[in-house]
């Protein structure tokens, strides 16, 4: 078997242990908090199928001598929003703010932008545009975590509720400032990283910033909901927020 093929397997295995792990963390949560965990669990799942596609090399095309893995922008363009709106959903409570909709409207449509320009960039020759289109977009997303989620969140949630969503903030943008310096590196851009280190690196990161992500942010609001108890019929967020 060849390397990038374990690491894909990996990809695999990491995306159905942490779907098992989210399933089985996320039933011990109260069921007014369980949008969380099916949203991390939805997120685990499609990249275990993407995953799967990537092994048997379903969506992987020769574009220009280069192996494209077109299932891995598949997988993105569904998961990064899904993950955006796992982050908002912990940063500000529903029914509480005006805001929240057109704050994950906003956050969502420049994350779409990112990945269909990154596509772009991926398949035809002129990359360098795309590239910046989309790097462009990465960064109005991070402001957009560090200045109005943040502001908003300050305004409408309780400081528990900000602070355990900081903490997640500053973890998805580390791993997601990542991805398009492998895209430089890797044949995609410069070409300095191997197929079998780009394969590597992506695993390690998806894992990270799907599963591990996940399950941090369902031990965030068990944690959080053991320290201020909520009434039936409310959610932990709504109740750290009054
Ligand atoms: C690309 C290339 C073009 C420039 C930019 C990119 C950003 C990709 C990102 C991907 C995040 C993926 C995640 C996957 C989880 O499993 C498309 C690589 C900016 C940020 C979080």
């Known amino acids: 078997m060849n390397a990038d093929i374990s690491w894909l397997q990996f990809g695999l295995w990491g995306m159905i242990i942490g779907t098992l792990a989210i399933g089985f963390l996320g039933s011990t949560l109260r069921k007014e908090d369980r949008h969380h965990v099916f949203l991390a669990g939805w997120i685990t799942l499609i990249a275990a199928t993407s995953y799967y596609a990537l092994t048997i090399g379903f969506g992987t095309f020769v574009i220009n001598g280069q192996e494209v893995q077109l299932a891995r922008y598949a997988d993105w363009l569904i998961t990064t929003p899904l993950l955006l709106a796992s982050l908002v959903t912990v940063a500000i409570p529903k029914n509480k703010s005006k805001e929240r909709g057109s704050i ?125 108890k909520p009434k039936a019929g409310e959610s932990t967020v709504e109740a750290a927020s009054k």
């Open 104 to 228: 994950l409207t906003g956050v969502i449509g420049l994350d779409v932008y990112m990945i269909i320009t990154g596509v772009f960039a991926t398949l035809t020759e002129q990359k360098w545009p795309w590239y910046v289109f989309s790097c462009v977009a990465l960064f109005l997303i991070v402001y957009m975590l560090y200045v109005v989620v943040l502001n908003e969140s300050k305004k409408v949630a309780g400081p528990k509720v900000t602070k355990l969503y900081m903490s997640l903030a500053m973890f998805l943008s580390v791993l997601w400032i990542a991805y398009p310096v492998v895209w430089y590196l890797a044949g995609s851009g410069v070409g300095t990283l191997s197929f079998e280190t780009e394969n590597a690196v992506y695993a390690v990161l998806d894992v990270t910033a799907k599963a591990v992500f996940g399950l941090v942010l369902l031990a965030g609001i068990k944690s959080l909901s053991e320290s201020v």
